[in-house]
C-alpha cells in the first residue's frame, strides 16, 4: 500500500483534451467527444483546446488560431454543453504555463527524453524545438491544475498520464499535498478508429485520403468510404489481423448505430451502410455547426465564460504549488 501525501477532491473530474493542430474527425468523435458528451449528467468535465501543444512542431500561426475557433465550433455543434462542460482555451487560462514551470523544476531530463512520442517525432528529422520535449510536462501541468481525477487515455497518451502521476505524487511528497493524483481511464467507448485507406494506422488530424472529417461535405464523406481498403477475402467479419479494413468498417458501424452489419452483405453493400450511418451522424453536426460559425463572437464568448469558470480552480492550485516549492505569495 503507498501511503502518498495527496489532496482527496470530492468531486470526479474529467479532462479531455484536443490539440488544435488540424480538424476533427470521426476517431475524435467517436474515441473523445461522444464520451465526454454522454459522461455530461454524471461527471465533471473539462473539454480542453490544447493551443500551446500545437506549437510543438513546426506551426501556421493562423493555421492555429483558426482550428482552435473551429474545434470550439464543432464541440459546440456535436453536442458539447458549456454550461455543463466548460470549453477551456489553454493559452486563455495563464496557470497553464506557470505550472509547467514549476513542474519542470521537479522532472528530470531523462523522464522526458524517454518519451516515445519524443523519441518518434524527433526522428523526423528538422530543428527540434525544446517544446517538443518539454510538453509531457505540461500536459502534467494542464491535469494537475483542475483537481482532475480521470483522464481518458488511449494507449499512446499512458506514458504521458503516468508522467503526471509521478510528477504529482514527487511534489506532494517533497512539498506537501498540493495535487490530487489523476487516474486513466479507458473511455466507455472503447472505439479507435483507423484510417480507411490505411487501416493498420490511427486516423488522425494529418492522416491522408482515409479521414473522415466531421465538416466534410456529404459527397467527400462517399467517396472516401467508398475508396476504403477491403481485402479478397470477401466475407463481413471481424478479423483486425487479416481484414483490418473490413473489420474497421463493422466497428464503425457498430459504433453509429449500435448493430453489427449481417455476414451475407457484400462489401459494396457494408459500404453503403456505412455511409448512411456516418451521413446521419454527421449531418446534423455540420448543420448546428454553420449556425455556430455565423457567429464567432458568441463561440469566443463560450471560451472566456469556459477560462473564467475553471481559472479559479486552477489558481487554488497554483496559489498551494507556489507556496509549498517557496515562492513568496
Ligand atoms: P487528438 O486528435 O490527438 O488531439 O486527440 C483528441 C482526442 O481524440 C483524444 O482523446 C484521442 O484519444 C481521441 N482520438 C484521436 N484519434 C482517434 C481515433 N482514430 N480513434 C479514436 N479516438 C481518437
Known sequence: ????????????????????????????????????????????????????????????????????????????????????????????????????????????????????????????????????????????????????TQVPVGEDQNQHLELARTLAIRFNSRYGPTFTVPEGVRPESAARIMDL?????????????????LLDPPEVIRRTIARAATDPIGLVRRDRENQPGVTNLIGILAELTGREPSDAISYAALKREVTDAVEAVVAPIRARHAEFAADPDFVRGVLAAGAGKVRPTAAATMSRARRGIGLLD
Not at 503507498?2 to 479531455?16: F, G, S
Not at 474545434?71 to 489553454?90: F, K, Y
Not at 485507406?197 to 490511427?202: F, G, I, L, R
Open 197 to 213: 485507406a490505411e487501416p493498420s494506422t490511427k486516423m488522425g488530424k494529418s492522416t491522408g485520403t482515409g479521414r473522415i472529417g
Open 1 to 148: 500500500m503507498t501511503t502518498t501525501v495527496t489532496r482527496t477532491p470530492a468531486v470526479t473530474r474529467r479532462l479531455t483534451g484536443f490539440q488544435p493542430t488540424g480538424r476533427l474527425h470521426l476517431g475524435n468523435l467517436l474515441g473523445a467527444l461522444r464520451p465526454l458528451i454522454a459522461a455530461q449528467d454524471t461527471t465533471e468535465s473539462i473539454a480542453l483546446i490544447a493551443d500551446l501543444h500545437a506549437m510543438t512542431m513546426e506551426h501556421d500561426p493562423s493555421a492555429v488560431r483558426r482550428s482552435t475557433l473551429e474545434q470550439a465550433t464543432v464541440m459546440l455543434a456535436a453536442g458539447v454543453d458549456p454550461e455543463r462542460t466548460p470549453i477551456v482555451v489553454q493559452s486563455q487560462v495563464r496557470e497553464h504555463t506557470e505550472l509547467h514551470y514549476l513542474l519542470e523544476c521537479v522532472a528530470a531530463h531523462g523522464e522526458a527524453a524517454r518519451m516515445i512520442q519524443f523519441k518518434e517525432k524527433s526522428a523526423a528529422g528538422g530543428p527540434i524545438r525544446l517544446s517538443l520535449l518539454t510538453y509531457p510536462v505540461l500536459m502534467a501541468a494542464d491535469i494537475l491544475l483542475y483537481d482532475t
